[in-house]
Each structure stands twice: as C-alpha cells, then as structure tokens.
C-alpha cells in the first residue's frame, strides 16, 4: 500500500502498527448508521482484507444518518456500495460483499474463512445473539454495538465488557440470551446508558407507514426509532477505535487526560489511569470474545526492535 496515504497515521502510532493492520483480516456485518460509519474509519486506517455482509437495499430515509447513502445510491445493495466506497479509499484493499442476512442458516457461509476480527453492528436482536454466540463458542474475536437509537448525547457513549453494561434495553436483552445460551464475559461492546426521552408508536400508527422498514424473512413492519447522525456516526467510531485496539496493541490507541487545576482531579472521560477498561484490555491482541487461542490472530504486535512473539488468546 502507498505509504503516503497513511503517513498521519504512522507518524502517531508508528510504520510497524500501520504494517500490521495492513495484514489484518476483519469480518463487518451490518451496514447501517454504525456499521457504515465504522467501516469507513478501518478503511481509511488501512486494514489489508475486508468482508462485508448485509442483505439491505439503501433507502431516501438512511440519508439521514448513514454515510453510505446519498441520492446516488438510493435502491442500492448496501453491501456492494460499501465495497466500492472501501476500493475508492484503498484500492489496494481486499474487499469482499456478501448480501446475506445474518442468522443460524448463513453463519457457516460467513464463516467459510478465517478472520482476526468480527466486527457486529447488527440492529436485530435474534441475528446479533446468533453471531455473538457463533464466535464466543468457534474463539472467534468480535466487538459489538448495543443500541444507537434513540439517543441524543454523544458524550455519554462508552465501551465495556458485555456483562458490564447498564442502562441499554438492548444491552440487557442480549445479556439475558447469551446467558441462557451460557455465553460469558469477554466481548467488549460500544454502549450508551443514557435514559431514552421517546414517544413509541406502533408501525401502523406512523404518518408515512410506506417508509417504515421491513424485518427480514417475515416481512413484518418494524417500530419506527428515531436517532440522530451525530450519535451514530459516535458509536461507529468508538467501534472502530476498539476493532483498530484490538487488531494491534490497546495502549497504543489509549491516552491519559492532562491534570485539572481547577478541580484538582484528573479529568475521566480518558484516562488511562482512571477509567475501567474492558477485561483483556491490556493484552495485545486481546480476544474480544474468545476463550483460547484463535488461529487467526496468534501473534503480538512488533516490538519497539521490530521483534514480534507468539501468543494465547484468553478471556
């Protein structure tokens, strides 16, 4: 790849980690608010191979807060203008589209290769439960969004182990299934506590009900969430910046807020020192939702001398 391209990136985390993620081979499913936003971060950050799934067509009401679609795409398979928009950026990219929609029947077809990391920004609780539950039983790493909708500030999205979440109903739901399914801790997820101010409609009490998006499989019409971009265009970054973590080394994408005089405390929001990070966070590599070594993802990140080593991946 050019390395000019990449040079602001390099110059902060250094020619070895922009080396690394260009070897790297993620899996992204869901192209929506926060799928999208996500993929255009890893692809600007130079991942070497990405497959991308999802089965929808770009719709007039995605223009809204899906940086896929434009009036250029409209009545577009999502998938396979991400796949152009990821080979506009880095045509030396190695780019993948399947327009699947993810669920039990499909995962062995998704999962015909090997990935270092899955990316799930899937907004349907059944397909999210199955691929989480997929790559926590196959040791496959994986982050995750909870739910972006209906949120209005950006400053309270966080990341933390699946198991630690508050506040987000679909959090909570996901938790509740996986547990049955004995599902445990170690996939770390992109959340929002924040208390949801909202009128609920049913489909067929909204104003413009030929706009209201369709479930997959069943046809049947879904609740109408209001969200904004700005909130969703946040969760997709925090995605990405937790997929880039775990695709090279944590405390190279981590940093330490400076003291304030005038409290006399250091600030929190980022904060190395005081802010829990998810478990493994401290390991390179560190298996989002694996319990033992995964084959894709068996080495460190170089060292300051260039040297690299192999290791185990754990919860």
Same mark, same amino acid.
């Given at each position: 790849?050019?390395?000019? !391209?990449?040079?602001?990136? $390099?110059?902060?985390?250094?020619?070895?980690?922009?080396?690394?993620?260009?070897?790297?081979?993620?899996? +992204?499913?869901?192209?929506?608010?926060?799928?999208?936003?996500?993929?255009? =971060?890893?692809?600007?950050?130079g991942?070497? #191979?990405?497959?991308l799934?999802?089965?929808?067509?770009? $719709?007039?009401?995605?223009?809204?807060? !899906?940086?896929?679609? #434009?009036?250029?795409?409209?009545?577009?398979?999502?998938?396979?203008?991400?796949? !152009?928009? +990821?080979?506009?950026?880095?045509?030396?990219? *190695?780019?993948?589209?399947?327009?699947?929609?993810?669920?039990?029947?499909?995962?062995?077809?998704?999962? $015909?290769?090997?990935?270092?990391?899955?990316?799930?920004a899937?907004?349907? &609780?059944?397909?999210?439960?199955?691929?989480?539950q997929?790559?926590?039983?196959?040791?496959?790493?994986?982050? =995750?969004?909870?739910?972006?909708?209906?949120?209005?500030?950006?400053? &309270?999205?966080?990341?933390? @182990?699946?198991? @630690?979440?508050?506040?987000?109903?679909?959090?909570?739901?996901?938790?509740?299934?996986? %547990? %049955?399914?004995?599902?445990?801790?170690?996939?770390?997820?992109?959340?929002?506590? /924040?208390?949801?101010?909202?009128?609920?409609?049913?489909? /067929?009490?909204?104003?413009?009900?030929?706009?209201?998006? !369709? =479930?997959?499989?069943?046809? %049947?019409?879904?609740?109408?969430?209001? $969200? &904004?971009p700005? +909130?969703?265009?946040?969760?997709?970054?925090?995605?990405?910046?937790?997929?880039?973590s775990?695709?090279?080394?944590?405390?190279?994408?981590?940093?330490?807020?400076?003291? @304030?005089?005038?409290?006399?405390?250091?600030? #929190?929001?980022?904060?190395? %020192?005081?802010?829990?990070?998810?478990?493994?966070?401290? *390991?390179?590599?560190? #298996?989002?939702? =694996?319990?033992?070594?995964?084959?894709?993802?068996? *080495?460190?990140?170089?060292?300051?001398?260039?040297a690299?080593?192999?290791?185990?991946?754990?919860?």
């Open positions: 790849m050019q390395s000019e !391209q990449f040079l602001r990136i $390099s110059r902060l985390i250094g020619d070895e980690y922009v080396a690394q993620l260009q070897t790297r081979k993620i899996l +992204v499913v869901g192209l929506g608010a926060v799928g999208g936003m996500c993929l255009e =971060s890893l692809a600007r950050s991942i070497g #191979t990405i497959t799934v999802d089965f929808d067509i770009i $719709s007039i009401t995605n223009l809204g807060r !899906q940086i896929l679609a #434009t009036h250029q795409t409209l009545g577009k398979k999502k998938s396979l203008v991400a796949m !152009q928009r +990821v080979m506009d950026i880095n045509p030396e990219c *190695k780019v993948k589209a399947l327009d699947l929609f993810c669920n039990k029947e499909t995962l062995p077809e998704i999962f $015909s290769e090997q990935y270092d990391l899955v990316i799930d899937i907004d349907s &609780l059944n397909p999210k439960c199955d691929l989480l997929y790559c926590y039983v196959h040791d496959i790493p994986i982050v =995750s969004s909870m739910g972006a909708a209906l949120r209005r500030n950006p400053f &309270l999205v966080r990341t933390a @182990d699946l198991f @630690d979440t508050y506040g987000c109903p679909l959090a909570k739901q996901v938790r509740n299934r996986l %547990r %049955r399914r004995n599902v445990g801790k170690g996939i770390s997820v992109v959340f929002s506590p /924040e208390i949801p101010r909202f009128t609920y409609k049913t489909p /067929e009490e909204e104003t413009q009900v030929a706009y209201n998006e !369709q =479930s997959p499989g069943n046809g %049947r019409t879904r609740n109408v969430l209001g $969200s &904004l700005t +909130v969703t265009g946040i969760f997709g970054l925090n995605l990405a910046h937790l997929a880039l775990k695709l090279t080394c944590p405390e190279i994408f981590t940093g330490e807020a400076a003291f @304030d005089a005038r409290t006399k405390v250091k600030t #929190t929001a980022h904060s190395k %020192r005081n802010t829990p990070q998810p478990e493994g966070f401290s *390991k390179c590599l560190g #298996t989002a939702g =694996s319990k033992s070594n995964n084959p894709s993802a068996t *080495k460190l990140p170089l060292s300051a001398n260039g690299s080593a192999d290791v185990t991946n754990s919860h």
